[in-house]
């Protein structure tokens, strides 16, 4: 077939940051389909929850304080983030390290805090469903922090790297912001749900 | 049409990112004013897939990974369908001693797990892989990578449920594998959790390839692209997609939840602690109803390609088209109900489901009628492919009848677990989903091999598929409103099916014989059909714009689209943008809605980790059926390949 010029792409940029690169809109992706399992698992407890009319199962309460610590880590540490996020977007490179080594240890503060919130639930997996869902719940949420925590330190590697003055890098340092937002958020559904609605009943 | 129709005039621009800490931009060859065949050499040395076994393992064109999806699920569909023939033979007649009740369990549970999971899902998604980047001219599909990822799960996955078949150890509790018989107290063995983590195996490739499809359509869609100049069977895709990101996770919640209760003892769906039978119903068809529609969706994509090429008019009703997608998509997200009538639910729930089950016979009606209108208006050319449309239009349309009787919960609990519902839901996804994928076989064949297909054993196939699966099906409605209970292995002589049985494996057969045909005609069309051409039925979008079988590059240059049958518009010569490096792997990000060029993006290179990648996760999930502690022992090998995979090369690709 034939062809004739219509347009000239030549003067295009090569790279794009937020909702202009695939590579945010991959993440939305996960999110969206992350998110619906953190929603079915949640709903799952809440099914059980209102099942059964002596829910908790008389489980003792659990202890809030590591998950109420978690959570107060979490929101100091958006602050940062968003930092990190507007020198992402102006590409700058010295900003950008220390933002990310302040951001790798903000996601193993809250890791080592989490290792002493599962004794805290004081309730076993296998106790009763009760205790099952409290373990899947913040077992679902630690896979999370893993990963993401895991992500932002190899980021944080490359970033220290010749290969980190590359625009795609500095939208990848976008996308990490992005999903942290998604990490932090998720939790405080999950968090309400695993300390303050026990204590409702 | 200028450029500035294509670019808008606008200023798209953040604050010029090129002042930040960047390396230069790199410069290469542009395929502006370049000879054919230069261009040609310099793309062809840039986007093909590197030759011998490791390059082949490596490949990320999405031409190469559909092919080998398509073909893949085709076995499982040629194996899905022996498990079949096997259960036909042993029902032909009351009382057979050929298969014994265990086997029996294993062959209806494998040809219900092949079919949906392994056959009808990544089918339809691999047709997807092939089709959707093509059809919006662009290179190659989002993530390349994560889409071979989706590929070795995939065959992993399939592959371990088959060599478990072969081991005995095939899971026997019915393809929605209900607790409390899957549950650790009734299903001892490994054969539920080779289920449970097949399932988690093919969500997570169905997962990973519905987000390259988003992606694919919203951001490297052909300058001038439009939302409302995309190809239907391309917004059938992106339904589809956005099902499986909402319903997917729900089965993938389900089998998991079930492995930790077998697995580590969670009482989540144990009654006796604290859980719930019923909530495994409730997660399982929240996925299981959408999944009917992840499997049909697509194939209304398929038949809105076939019926505007055959009728040679442009689809009448394009925009009520697109907006059935979409009620459909979001309605069948509120059906799932409709497959537990049987549990004794309050009145009113069941009411409210009925009435969404018979809600969503409106937008497929508005399909069917905007097809028959296309249908009417146009001058049709019998084809091959239009006989299957054909074909669907009747034995979808039982089906859907059935289906509005089955949404009544009289009748439903009347006829629960009988063959009336096996009939059913043969009608609906044999009717739905298989026929046009035949027909989608017939039409876009010539595009992937270059070659036709046989036109008058096209017919015989038709012909043979029809009534076979007519014979086959009809009279199960009939057997079933008897009184013939589903997954049954024998039956005695006095309840008299024998007769009726003895037809329906009868024609069984004869829809069996008509894949044999089929695979012929496929095998004979690859080897000596005429050839193809670039576009044998005169269709009208862009798939058909390039040559048979595509170039790894697709495109030479990237068309340009004005109208919502491209080919159609442009008869002289098709518009296309320049300006696009050849030296490296371009191509172009647009806009989600306008599709308006914004950003030349570099695609990812051949790379082999990707496949470690899913031996990690696939060794991880099949050891995992044995010792929990799989899960920690699997996560260094996984994050050491998906290291490997993300971590630059130095490719130009890889720069900027």
Same mark, same amino acid.
């Given at each position: 077939?034939?062809?004739?010029?219509?347009?000239?792409?030549?003067?295009?940029?090569?790279?794009?940051?937020?909702?202009?690169?695939?590579?945010?809109?991959?993440?939305?992706?996960?999110?969206?389909?992350?998110?619906?399992?953190?929603?079915?698992?949640?709903?799952?407890?809440?099914?059980?929850?209102?099942?059964?009319?002596?829910?908790?199962?008389?489980?003792?309460?659990?202890?809030?304080?590591?998950?109420?610590?978690?959570?107060?880590? !979490?929101?100091?540490?958006?602050?940062?983030?968003?930092?990190?996020?507007?020198?992402?977007?102006?590409?700058?490179?010295?900003?950008?390290?220390?933002?990310?080594?302040?951001?790798?240890?903000?996601?193993?503060?809250?890791?080592?805090?989490?290792?002493?919130?599962?004794?805290?639930?004081?309730?076993?997996?296998?106790?009763?469903?009760?205790?099952?869902?409290?373990?899947?719940?913040?077992?679902?949420?630690?896979?999370?922090?893993?990963?993401?925590?895991?992500?932002?330190?190899?980021?944080?590697?490359?970033?220290?790297?010749?290969?980190?003055?590359?625009?795609?890098?500095?939208?990848?340092?976008?996308?990490?912001?992005?999903?942290?937002? !998604?990490?932090?958020?998720?939790?405080?559904?999950?968090?309400?749900?695993?300390?303050?609605?026990?204590?409702?009943? | 049409?200028?450029?500035?129709? =294509?670019?808008?005039?606008?200023?798209?621009?953040?604050?010029?990112?090129?002042?930040?800490?960047?390396?230069?931009?790199?410069?290469?060859?542009?395929?502006?004013? +370049?000879?054919?065949?230069?261009?040609?050499?310099?793309?062809?040395?840039?986007?093909?897939?590197?030759?011998?076994?490791?390059?082949?393992?490596?490949?990320?064109?999405?031409?190469?990974?559909?092919?080998?999806?398509?073909?893949?699920?085709?076995?499982?569909?040629?194996?899905?369908?022996?498990?079949?023939?096997?259960?036909?033979?042993?029902?032909?007649?009351?009382?057979?001693?050929?298969?014994?009740?265990?086997?029996?369990?294993?062959?209806?549970?494998?040809?219900?797990?092949?079919?949906?999971?392994?056959?009808?899902?990544?089918? =339809?998604? #691999?047709?997807?892989? /092939?089709?959707?980047?093509?059809?919006?001219?662009?290179?190659?599909?989002?993530?390349?990578?994560?889409?071979?990822?989706?590929?070795?799960?995939?065959?992993?996955?399939? #592959?371990?449920?088959?060599?478990?078949?072969?081991?005995?150890?095939?899971?026997?509790?019915?393809?929605?594998?209900?607790?409390?018989?899957?549950?650790?107290?009734?299903?001892?063995?490994?054969?539920?959790?080779?289920?449970?983590?097949?399932?988690? /195996?093919?969500?997570?490739?169905?997962?990973?390839?519905?987000?390259?499809?988003?992606?694919?359509?919203?951001?490297?869609?052909?300058?001038?692209?439009?939302?409302?100049?995309?190809?239907?069977?391309?917004?059938?895709?992106?339904?589809?997609?956005?099902?499986?990101?909402?319903?997917?996770?729900?089965?993938?919640?389900?089998?998991?939840?079930?492995?930790?209760?077998?697995?580590?003892?969670?009482?989540?769906?144990? &009654?006796?602690?604290?859980?719930? #039978?019923?909530?495994?119903?409730?997660?399982?068809?929240?996925?299981?109803?959408?999944?009917?529609?992840?499997?049909?969706?697509?194939?209304?994509?398929?038949?809105?390609?076939?019926?505007?090429?055959?009728?040679?008019?442009?689809?009448?009703?394009?925009?009520?088209?697109?907006?059935?997608?979409?009620?459909?998509?979001?309605?069948?997200?509120?059906?799932?109900?409709?497959? +537990?009538?049987?549990?004794?639910?309050?009145?009113?729930?069941?009411?409210?489901?009925?009435?969404?089950?018979?809600?969503?016979?409106?937008?497929?009606?508005?399909?069917?009628?905007?097809?028959?209108?296309?249908?009417?208006?146009?001058?049709?050319?019998?084809?091959?492919?239009?006989?299957?449309?054909?074909?669907?239009?009747?034995?979808? =349309?039982?089906?859907?009848?059935?289906?509005?009787?089955?949404?009544?919960?009289?009748?439903?609990?009347?006829?629960?677990?009988?063959?009336?519902?096996?009939?059913?839901?043969?009608?609906?996804?044999?009717?739905?989903?298989?026929?046009?994928?035949?027909?989608?076989?017939?039409?876009?064949?010539?595009?992937?091999?270059?070659? +036709?297909?046989?036109?008058?054993?096209?017919?015989?196939?038709?012909?043979?598929?029809?009534?076979?699966?007519?014979?086959?099906?009809?009279?199960?409605?009939?057997?079933?409103?008897?009184?013939?209970?589903?997954?049954?292995?024998?039956?005695?002589?006095?309840?008299?099916?024998?007769?009726?049985?003895?037809?329906?494996?009868?024609?069984?057969?004869?829809?069996?014989?008509?894949?044999?045909?089929?695979?012929?005609?496929?095998?004979?069309?690859?080897?000596?059909?005429?050839?193809?051409?670039?576009?044998?039925?005169?269709?009208?979008?862009?798939?058909?714009?390039?040559?048979? &079988?595509?170039?790894?590059?697709?495109?030479?240059?990237? &068309?340009?689209?004005?109208?919502?049958?491209?080919?159609?518009?442009?008869?002289?010569?098709?518009?296309?943008?320049?300006?696009?490096?050849?030296?490296?792997?371009?191509?172009?990000?647009?806009? =989600?809605?306008?599709? /308006?060029?914004?950003?030349?993006?570099?695609?990812?290179?051949?790379?082999?980790?990707?496949?470690?990648?899913?031996?990690?996760?696939?060794?991880?999930?099949?050891?995992?059926?044995?010792?929990?502690?799989?899960?920690?022992?699997?996560?260094?090998?996984?994050?050491?390949?998906?290291?490997?995979?993300?971590?630059?090369?130095?490719?130009?690709?890889?720069?900027?």
């Amino acid at each position: 077939m034939k062809q004739r010029a219509a347009a000239d792409l030549s003067g295009l940029p090569t790279f794009g940051h937020g909702p202009r690169s695939p590579t945010w809109w991959g993440t939305l992706g996960f999110m969206a389909l992350e998110g619906t399992g953190f929603a079915l698992a949640a709903g799952a407890y809440l099914y059980l929850a209102l099942s059964w009319p002596a829910w908790p199962l008389s489980a003792p309460q659990p202890n809030h304080w590591p998950g109420t610590i978690v959570t107060i880590l !979490f929101v100091v540490s958006l602050v940062p983030n968003h930092i990190l996020h507007r020198y992402a977007k102006q590409c700058s490179m010295v900003p950008v390290r220390i933002g990310l080594v302040v951001m790798s240890l903000l996601g193993i503060a809250p890791l080592v805090v989490r290792w002493f919130e599962f004794p805290a639930l004081n309730i076993y997996w296998d106790t009763n469903a009760y205790g099952s869902m409290l373990w899947v719940l913040l077992g679902l949420h630690t896979t999370h922090l893993i990963t993401d925590v895991g992500d932002t330190i190899v980021l944080t590697v490359l970033m220290f790297t010749r290969h980190g003055y590359s625009g795609r890098r500095f939208g990848d340092v976008g996308d990490n912001v992005f999903y942290w937002d !998604f990490v932090v958020l998720t939790w405080i559904p999950i968090y309400l749900l695993i300390y303050w609605a026990p204590r409702l009943g | 049409m200028s450029s500035a129709d =294509v670019t808008g005039d606008r200023h798209i621009q953040e604050p010029d990112p090129a002042k930040g800490d960047l390396a230069p931009e790199r410069e290469g060859p542009r395929d502006t004013g +370049m000879d054919d065949a230069s261009l040609h050499r310099w793309l062809e040395r840039t986007w093909r897939t590197p030759s011998g076994i490791f390059g082949a393992l490596s490949s990320v064109d999405h031409k190469v990974i559909a092919r080998r999806y398509l073909i893949t699920a085709f076995v499982f569909l040629c194996l899905g369908g022996l498990n079949a023939v096997a259960m036909r033979i042993q029902l032909s007649g009351p009382q057979r001693g050929l298969i014994g009740p265990d086997l029996y369990n294993q062959l209806f549970t494998m040809h219900g797990v092949t079919m949906m999971f392994l056959f009808a899902v990544p089918i =339809v998604q #691999a047709t997807g892989i /092939y089709l959707v980047p093509l059809m919006v001219g662009t290179r190659n599909i989002a993530f390349p990578r994560l889409n071979a990822f989706s590929y070795w799960i995939y065959v992993s996955g399939g #592959a371990f449920a088959w060599v478990s078949f072969a081991l005995n150890m095939a899971p026997d509790v019915g393809w929605f594998a209900y607790v409390p018989l899957s549950g650790p107290e009734f299903a001892s063995g490994k054969r539920a959790d080779v289920w449970a983590q097949m399932i988690t /195996y093919t969500e997570v490739s169905s997962l990973a390839v519905a987000v390259a499809t988003i992606v694919t359509v919203f951001k490297q869609r052909a300058p001038g692209m439009s939302l409302d100049k995309i190809p239907l069977y391309v917004w059938a895709m992106l339904v589809t997609s956005f099902v499986v990101v909402f319903a997917m996770p729900a089965v993938m919640i389900t089998s998991t939840f079930l492995i930790l209760d077998r697995l580590v003892g969670t009482h989540i769906f144990n &009654p006796a602690e604290g859980g719930d #039978a019923l909530l495994f119903q409730h997660l399982f068809w929240f996925f299981g109803h959408p999944e009917v529609y992840i499997i049909f969706l697509p194939a209304t994509g398929m038949v809105s390609s076939i019926i505007p090429a055959f009728a040679r008019r442009p689809t009448f009703g394009h925009l009520g088209l697109v907006l059935s997608l979409f009620a459909v998509g979001l309605l069948s997200f509120g059906l799932w109900v409709h497959h +537990m009538f049987a549990t004794g639910l309050p009145k009113l729930g069941a009411s409210f489901f009925t009435a969404s089950s018979m809600m969503i016979a409106i937008p497929n009606g508005v399909q069917i009628f905007c097809w028959l209108a296309t249908l009417w208006d146009g001058r049709p050319v019998i084809r091959t492919p239009l006989l299957f449309v054909f074909g669907f239009f009747f034995i979808f =349309v039982i089906g859907g009848l059935t289906g509005v009787m089955l949404a009544s919960v009289p009748l439903d609990l009347q006829v629960h677990d009988t063959y009336f519902v096996v009939a059913h839901f043969h009608y609906v996804l044999i009717g739905g989903s298989v026929f046009p994928l035949l027909g989608a076989a017939y039409f876009w064949f010539p595009k992937i091999s270059g070659r +036709m297909m046989s036109e008058r054993l096209g017919r015989w196939h038709f012909w043979l598929a029809f009534i076979g699966f007519n014979a086959a099906f009809f009279p199960m409605h009939l057997v079933g409103l008897w009184g013939m209970p589903r997954r049954v292995y024998t039956y005695p002589a006095e309840l008299g099916w024998g007769n009726i049985n003895l037809f329906i494996s009868a024609g069984a057969l004869l829809f069996f014989l008509s894949f044999v045909l089929f695979t012929f005609n496929l095998v004979h069309g690859a080897l000596k059909g005429t050839s193809a051409g670039n576009n044998p039925w005169d269709a009208g979008t862009l798939e058909w714009a390039t040559s048979s &079988p595509p170039p790894s590059y697709n495109f030479a240059r990237i &068309p340009v689209v004005t109208h919502i049958e491209p080919l159609w518009a442009e008869r002289e010569a098709l518009p296309v943008a320049t300006g696009l490096r050849v030296d490296a792997r371009e191509l172009l990000i647009s806009t =989600v809605a306008e599709a /308006y060029p914004d950003i030349r993006e570099k695609s990812a290179t051949p790379s082999i980790w990707p496949l470690l990648a899913a031996l990690a996760v696939g060794g991880t999930f099949l050891y995992s059926i044995f010792t929990p502690w799989a899960i920690v022992w699997g996560a260094a090998p996984i994050a050491i390949t998906l290291i490997g995979w993300f971590w630059p090369k130095g490719d130009p690709e890889d720069q900027e």
